[in-house]
């Protein structure tokens, strides 16, 4: 088993940012940022040294009074390497067998960077042991969207990319300039307005924001090198902002939010534009919308938003789903029938306390 350390950190890095399935939630940047995680990440290498796969490992620890009981081992968008290359992928899974020894975790879940109708990925994924849930259609019942909007923007130019969208998606951009929104990258004291947007974002769409410490946290680990934060302004007022994560080849809109006024002067078309632009700019080959639904019915309450994204005439990308493989069918069970339950009751009563503006 060969784990990441202060020797070969970098070397993991690079290899993280030049391949194709490398990801930002499998960087060491961002397992600072999940600090109630442990993180620990396995490789695999060739004869020569050369790392041939990855897989960065966030740990959530169950302790009583001080002592680890259980964990939960997660490995977001993992693993990254030749996703047909079972040798090395069943490498990593065994290395993280051997981690989850250290840590008492009952299961090992991963979601995938890869489309659905890949089945022998699929396959190889079976033949080493994993279950695959792969009825999940709404943002809740998954942790990273299993549908996305993805935009290829390589070798492309503006007015390549502009054409290409939608009209009314080309008309609503152009409004916004035409009505003087403005667009600036903001600094960390800056997130306290984006918050404040988030929160009333929130409130009107019915889901749960986290605090403001999450975002700055956020900030120092990935700011400026791969994290931005735009706001887009009118009359002088910030009225929508959004947080673009640059990593290896890929740009993804992590993060928006719209205040309640001044919606018909369209900020929120002018800042997808601008993130796509900064997608060009680092000479990137995807710009990731991230999440929508994968009900695509006009009555379904989220379809606005997959509305919204394919106006820019991205792929619309299903992904594989959520792999696990339990590990300690007890501690899972229990997992399943007390702790989830309580979290998703936690949840809701924040999500309340939240619309009554406590």
């Keep these: 088993m060969i784990l990441v350390n202060d020797e070969n950190r970098e070397k993991y890095i690079e290899f993280l940012q030049k391949h194709p399935k490398g990801h930002f939630l499998q960087s060491p940047e961002w397992a600072k940022v999940k600090k109630e995680w442990l993180n620990e990440v396995v490789l695999v290498e060739d004869e020569q040294g050369k790392i041939k796969g990855s897989m960065s490992l966030l740990i959530r620890p169950f302790k009583f009074h001080g002592k680890l009981i259980t964990s939960l081992m997660y490995s977001p968008r993992g693993p990254v390497c030749d996703i047909h290359d079972k040798e090395t992928f069943q490498k990593l899974v065994e290395s993280a067998k051997e981690v989850a020894k250290k840590y008492k975790s009952f299961i090992l879940c991963l979601d995938p960077d890869i489309p659905s109708d890949d089945k022998e990925f699929e396959n190889i994924a079976k033949e080493i042991g994993f279950k695959i849930k792969s009825d999940a259609k709404d943002f809740s019942q998954v942790i990273q969207p299993r549908y996305v909007f993805r935009l290829n923007v390589k070798d492309k130019t503006e007015e390549e990319l502009l054409k290409s969208f939608h009209e009314k998606t080309r008309y609503n951009i152009r409004l916004a300039i035409k009505r003087g929104v403005t667009v600036r990258e903001g600094t960390r004291e800056d997130l306290k307005t984006f918050h404040k947007i988030m929160l009333e974002t929130g409130v009107r769409d019915n889901f749960l924001i986290r605090p403001l410490e999450y975002f700055e946290k956020m900030y120092d680990e990935l700011a400026p090198n791969y994290m931005k934060l735009l706001i887009a302004e009118y009359e002088g007022n910030p009225i929508a902002a959004v947080i673009p994560i640059i990593y290896g080849n890929k740009v993804w809109y992590l993060y928006g939010a719209s205040s309640n006024e001044y919606r018909n002067v369209m900020p929120n078309y002018l800042l997808q ?86």
Excluded at 288 to 300: L, P
Excluded at 329 to 345: A, G, H, I, Q, T
């Design 273 to 358: 534009w601008e993130q796509i632009k900064l997608a060009l700019e680092n000479h990137c080959d995807i710009y990731d919308f991230r999440g929508v639904s994968g009900h695509v019915d006009e009555n379904h309450p989220q379809y606005g938003i997959y509305k919204f994204k394919k106006g820019f005439n991205g792929d619309f990308v299903e992904f594989v789903g959520e792999l696990y493989m339990v590990l300690n069918p007890f501690m899972n069970f229990l997992y399943e029938k007390v702790v989830r339950p309580m979290r998703s009751m936690k949840i809701r009563k924040a999500m309340r306390a939240e619309k009554a503006g406590k």
